[in-house]
């Protein structure tokens, strides 16, 4: 289910827009309980930066413990394959509000992010394996990220490639 967000803000100048459907209903979520939204923004550049540069300790605050070992075991096992990882993050396009979730203690909410990235995975004598490093692709993943009612600090629990 979509849940349709009546607001529009602008990100960091040349970052893109985080941005919703214009229109509201009133069986929504009351979004004032989601305030302060987070700087999806700056978190997306800050954990695609530390994954690509396999230094995700610098993101651990903003990562769940889960997320945090999921991607530790990937670059771990990138690693052991003797596998490298080139990843640019050209420019963050814009981000969406997708499903604002409000439990008693906790807020969780979807966040579509799309990306103009150059991604690829070289093998140990610099062969491609997947990807193209001179070509842009345009990513659309979504990011859940929670935090506890009352709290300000959101963290991402969960980054899936958008279908």
Same mark, same amino acid.
């Given at each position: 289910?979509?849940?349709?967000?009546?607001?529009?803000?602008?990100?960091?100048?040349? #970052?893109?827009?985080?941005?919703?459907?214009?229109?509201?209903?009133?069986?929504?979520?009351?979004?004032?309980?989601?305030?302060?939204?987070?700087?999806?923004?700056?978190?997306?550049?800050?954990?695609?930066?530390?994954?690509?540069?396999?230094?995700?300790?610098?993101?651990?605050?903003?990562?769940?413990?889960?997320?945090? *070992?999921?991607?530790?075991?990937?670059?771990?096992?990138?690693?052991?394959?003797?596998?490298?990882?080139?990843?640019?993050?050209?420019?963050?396009? #814009?981000?969406?509000?997708?499903?604002?979730?409000?439990?008693?203690?906790?807020?969780?909410?979807?966040?579509?992010?799309?990306?103009?990235?150059?991604?690829?995975?070289?093998?140990?004598?610099?062969?491609?394996?997947?990807?193209?490093?001179?070509?842009?692709?345009?990513? *659309?993943?979504?990011?859940?990220?929670?935090?506890?009612?009352?709290?300000?600090?959101?963290?991402?629990?969960?980054?899936?490639?958008?279908?």
């Amino acid at each position: 289910m979509r849940m349709e967000w009546p607001f529009r803000f602008e990100a960091a100048p040349g #970052a893109g827009n985080i941005s919703g459907p214009a229109s509201a209903t009133a069986a929504q979520t009351n979004l004032v309980a989601f305030h302060p939204l987070p700087d999806i923004h700056t978190i997306f550049e800050q954990v695609v930066s530390a994954y690509a540069d396999r230094q995700l300790q610098r993101v651990r605050n903003v990562l769940s413990p889960r997320l945090y *070992s999921q991607l530790s075991l990937e670059i771990s096992e990138r690693e052991q394959a003797g596998h490298v990882l080139h990843s640019e993050l050209v420019k963050f396009v #814009a981000a969406e509000l997708l499903e604002p979730e409000e439990q008693s203690k906790l807020r969780r909410i979807e966040m579509r992010c799309i990306s103009r990235m150059i991604v690829a995975l070289k093998d140990a004598d610099g062969r491609i394996l997947a990807g193209d490093p001179e070509h842009v692709r345009c990513l *659309s993943e979504v990011w859940t990220l929670e935090r506890p009612a009352g709290s300000s600090g959101w963290v991402v629990t969960s980054i899936e490639e958008d279908e």
